[in-house]
């Protein structure tokens, strides 16, 4: 009975520590730090709740499979159980040991499907962002704040200012404001890349010539840090992702300078580069008749 409390009390140790390691993630990133990123969106939230449903069901089950073990290599050890039992079946066990663990994965599955679903897309968005992949940087537009875009590409280690995090500072971060559900468009113009948000819980490839969907919101004002997370070519490593949250006034203050520093002159007017598509074709079609 001893080794079954001493084993419940290692389970409640791993539950606390793993509490434990949860509690001092406000503090910023230092040496060893353990666990997930800080979240800063609803949809990261609720991966780190989930996230922390698993840790326990996981850590119950392990503890009980190992105490299992432990209990049968002393029990019926070969000193101890000299003519081991010749059975072989044992209906209500097998029933059991059949219908508990699909008990668990439906309680698994029930909250990891919401999860899914809510991470896939939002139906209002308030803005959109589209990121383009690119051998090796990404390039960003605001397809419903101007007619502007602009390359974002790592800052080499010699060129780094106090404080910029190594490999992971672009010379144009991506701005968003707080507070506000930003559609996320996801394509690439060569190859395959991702890309992956941690502390905003996305993470949505990059695929050229087709668009993927996802959403954001940005619940502090801050800056994270991203990088592509499909194996893209030799510079992978070095197409940084930094998104800054500011306030709504001053993402129009942005916008408003952007729109002047980053013009598009090679191209249309984004939302009516659609329109335009269709006329022509329509033209095309009537002169071929
Ligand atoms: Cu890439």
Known sequence: MSLLRRIGGCAAAVLAFA?????????????????????????????????????????????????????????????????????THNTVLEVLWTTIPVIILV???????????????????DMTLKAIGRQWYWSYEYPDNGNFTFDSVLVADEDLEDGQPRLLTPDNMVVVPVNTKVRLLVTASDVLHSFALPALGVKLDAVPGRINETWFEVTREGTYYGQCSEICGTGHAYMPI????????????????????????????????LAQVGTQSTAEAASAN
């Open 19 to 87: 509490g434990l390691a949860q509690a001092v993630l406000a503090a910023p990133p230092r040496n060893w730090q353990m666990n997930l990123n800080e979240p800063a969106s609803p949809t990261m939230e609720r991966i780190v709740e989930f996230h922390n449903l698993l840790l326990v069901v996981i850590t119950l089950i392990s503890v009980f499979v190992l105490a299992l073990l432990l209990y049968v290599m002393f029990r019926f050890s070969e000193k101890r159980n000299p003519t081991p039992s010749k059975t």
């Open 107 to 125: 309680i698994i599955a029930i909250p990891s499907f919401k999860l899914l679903y809510y991470a896939d897309r939002v139906e209002n968005a």
């Open 242 to 273: 930094a998104v800054k949250a500011v306030s709504k006034a001053e993402f129009e203050r942005w916008v408003a300078k952007a729109k002047e520093e980053f013009a598009r002159v090679d191209a249309p007017e984004a939302t009516t580069h």
